[in-house]
């Protein structure tokens, strides 16, 4: 490795505009946001250093067995979030960018593209919800010390029709891109100035132009060091993991899904995972955030054997039998994200993304399809599993530490005993031995009762409690006296006494005033209170005393004045409907 004779930015944009340097696939997706970029070129304006950067000459033999991707030009937040897969000619080397990517980018995007982001409160739907931006400089701003974002000179991301002068004003934002299409010399910098209607005599006009011009065609401000020898994967890995170990943390899944692309021969291991990703989180309706770090898990985990994020692990012939079960790994996880999904659960309930590696192992195993979602045979085992799932949730520290031990054991027991059913039983005595017993206290179940609206944690502990939903209806919570109505004002309007107001206000969002509400039109009970609501409905006696009783609301108030009693009354049920349900002895 040996440091190379500084160049100029435009020397190698000109080299990445035209496909000469590329990105090898052992880098992270770009994630650098608009106001960076806008710092960046800050920078170089302000001859500022912005860092060293490796390039890693790839000679042609060696070429062929890697995979390599463009630069991202044109970044659209929804639909080109990334770099696309490039395309190397037979006998050919490539010059590739092993530390500096996302420096590099941010330029090119910034000369030679354009940016677009999600605008707020505007659905991303709408056919202006992200407006595509291209980096103006505006010549006629003063320099700055510094504004909020440190910048000194006024640079902005803007639409064209943001950019574009009014009647009569002179034109003064200059897309920084086209400096790159000046002329040498200062008599085309004045031409210039002359053709948007700046006056010569301007300040500082001028003084930006030629400083963003000094900066990326003058300046050699790029200090890379070049990389030639060792061409090993291996050797790569270690040098791009020291060097990248003081910036953006690298995850284990990026770093390793790098190597799986190199590895696979029928699939682009990146784009799949990529793909399945989106599907699992927006598919179907479907509203979580797993990462790649789930989808990598669970193909150890249907691959066999250790199961761990190394590089190790990712051997030609572990991966050749990752990649035969891909689309076994795939289909179980879509499945598994689905039964969440039905289940009730999306992102801010899921206390714990791992949860959905077991369950898509168990399905794989069993060589279950979407059917298993509704079939009447399989709804005994499906209660299980749902119920395995929300005790797992909350019982603390389940999916924390000692994960890879946990899921090892856990698939044992799966290809051991679940060829006919969910072993549940099985896998909590594994999971016990490992100190993960799902085993509750009294301590505990107090700790359940003191959930509140819109904590992680109260969904399942509601789901457990109050079992046999419509699995095909999306579910949330809800209160039973509306929190509408707990205003201070409304409650004395009410006449609540002032010095219970208070106690009033506190206990609205606790546990008892909370169930489970399906959403789907036609049952809303808006701002009524609970009796109201109950009366609204269309039900025989027997079924509203049959409501009543399963959701714990014997004698249910008619207004607000016994609020408080039917709180505690309520969480008494529901202790000890927790306590039965989750088996707790009670204290000698």
């Given at each position: ?135 103006y400089l505006d010549l006629l701003a003063a320099p700055k010390d510094d504004d909020d974002l440190g910048l000194h000179y006024e640079l ?407 609020f408080l009693d039917f709180i505690d009354q309520r969480r008494d049920r529901m202790r000890a409907r927790l306590t039965n349900l989750l ?6």
């Open positions: 490795m040996t440091f190379q004779t500084p160049v100029t930015a435009e020397n190698v944009l000109t080299k990445i505009h035209y496909k000469e340097y590329l990105l090898p696939a052992i880098q992270r997706e770009f994630v650098w946001s608009a106001d960076q970029i806008r710092r960046l070129v800050d920078s170089l304006m302000r001859g500022y250093p912005i860092g060293s950067f490796l390039f890693w000459q790839v000679r042609p033999e060696f070429a062929k067995d890697y995979a390599f991707y463009d630069f991202l030009t044109h970044y659209h937040e929804r639909d080109a979030p990334y770099a696309t897969k490039a395309t190397v000619p037979a006998g050919h080397g490539v010059m590739a960018i092993l530390d500096g990517q996302q420096r590099l980018t941010a330029l090119n995007i910034a000369l030679y593209g354009t940016h677009a982001e999600k605008r707020k409160y505007l659905l991303a739907t709408h056919p202006d919800a992200f407006p595509k931006k291209a980096l902005r991301f803007l639409t064209a029709a943001e950019a574009k002068p009014a009647a009569g004003e002179p034109d003064k934002w200059f897309r920084v891109g086209d400096v790159l299409t000046l002329p040498d010399g200062g008599k085309p910098m004045i031409a210039e100035l002359k053709k948007r209607g700046i006056d010569l005599g301007h300040d500082h006009a001028y003084d930006n132009l030629y400083a963003l011009y000094e900066a990326l065609r003058k300046t050699q401000s790029i200090n890379y060091y070049l990389l030639d020898a060792g061409q090993s994967t291996d050797e790569v890995v270690d040098i791009f993991v020291r060097v990248n170990s003081g910036g953006t943390a690298l995850s284990h899944s990026d770093l390793l899904l790098t190597v799986a692309t190199n590895l696979w021969r029928t699939y682009d291991a990146r784009e799949e995972v990529r793909e399945l990703v989106k599907e699992l989180n927006s598919g179907g309706g479907r509203r979580f955030d797993f990462s790649k770090d789930v989808a990598l898990k669970t193909a150890l985990m249907v691959a066999g054997g250790d199961i761990k994020f190394k590089v190790g692990n990712f051997t030609p012939r572990k991966m050749a039998t990752v990649e035969a079960q891909w689309s076994e790994t795939k289909d179980g996880l879509v499945l598994a994200a689905t039964l969440l999904h039905a289940f009730g659960f999306e992102a801010k309930t899921l206390t714990a993304d791992s949860v959905i590696i077991p369950i898509a192992c168990y399905l794989r195993h069993r060589g279950l399809d979407d059917s298993y979602r509704t079939s009447v045979t399989e709804e005994a085992d499906r209660a299980r599993l749902q119920n395995w799932v929300v005790r797992s949730l909350l019982k603390r520290g389940v999916w924390g530490s000692g994960l890879d031990g946990l899921l090892t054991r856990i698939r044992q027991t799966i290809e051991e005993h679940g060829a006919r059913g969910f072993p549940v039983e099985e896998i909590e005595r594994e999971m016990a031995s490992l100190g993960k017993s799902l085993s509750f206290d009294e301590a505990e179940v107090e700790d359940l009762l003191g959930a509140k609206y819109g904590n992680q944690r109260t969904f399942a502990i509601l789901a457990l409690l109050y079992p046999g939903h419509d699995l095909t209806i999306q579910y949330h919570q809800d209160h039973f006296f509306p929190k509408s109505r707990f205003t201070r004002k409304q409650l004395a309007d009410a006449g609540i006494a002032a010095d219970k107001i208070p106690a009033y206000v506190d206990a609205v969002n606790l546990l008892p005033n909370l169930h489970l509400q399906a959403a789907i039109p036609g049952i809303q009970k808006s701002a009524t209170l609970p009796a109201e609501w109950l009366a609204q409905k269309h039900w025989t006696e027997t079924a509203r005393k049959q409501y009543l009783a399963y959701n714990d609301l014997d004698g249910l108030p008619l207004g607000l004045a016994d088996g707790v002895r009670a204290r000698p």
